[in-house]
C-alpha cells in the first residue's frame, strides 16, 4: 500500500534526488590573496583635514572655530550661539578637497 501512495505522489510531483556535494578545498594562498584584497583601504580624509587646519592659511580660522567651540560648550556663549558661521570653513575644504580625490583610485 505504500508503494501505491509514493507512486501516486510521485506521478503528481517531480521527484528530485540530491547527492551530498563536497566542499571545494582552496589552496591558502588563494585564501590569503582574497583576504589582502578584501581589505579596506585607510581613510586619508581626517589626516588630510588636520594637515590642511594647521595650515598658514587656514589656521586662523580653525583658532577661531575651537575657541568658539570652547566657549560654546563651557556655557559662556550667547543663549542659542552654535558658531554655525564657524563651522563654513570654506579654508580647510578647499585645501582638502584636490588633495583627497588625488588619491582616490
Do not use: W
Request: with cysteine; glycine share 2%; charged share 35%.
Amino acid at each position: 500500500m505504500s508503494s501505491s501512495i509514493s507512486s501516486f505522489f510521485s506521478s503528481l510531483f517531480p521527484v528530485i534526488q540530491c547527492e551530498p556535494e563536497e566542499p571545494e578545498k582552496e589552496p591558502k594562498a588563494e585564501a590569503e590573496a582574497e583576504a589582502e584584497e578584501e581589505e579596506e583601504p585607510e581613510d586619508l580624509h581626517p589626516q588630510i583635514r588636520e594637515e590642511a587646519q594647521r595650515s598658514a592659511k587656514c589656521a586662523k580660522l580653525t583658532k577661531h572655530f575651537e575657541h568658539c567651540q570652547e566657549k560654546v560648550s563651557s556655557g559662556q556663549g550667547f543663549k542659542g550661539e552654535d558658531c554655525v558661521e564657524e563651522l563654513m570653513m570654506h579654508c580647510v575644504d578647499e585645501a582638502t578637497a584636490p588633495k583627497l580625490f588625488s588619491k582616490l583610485r
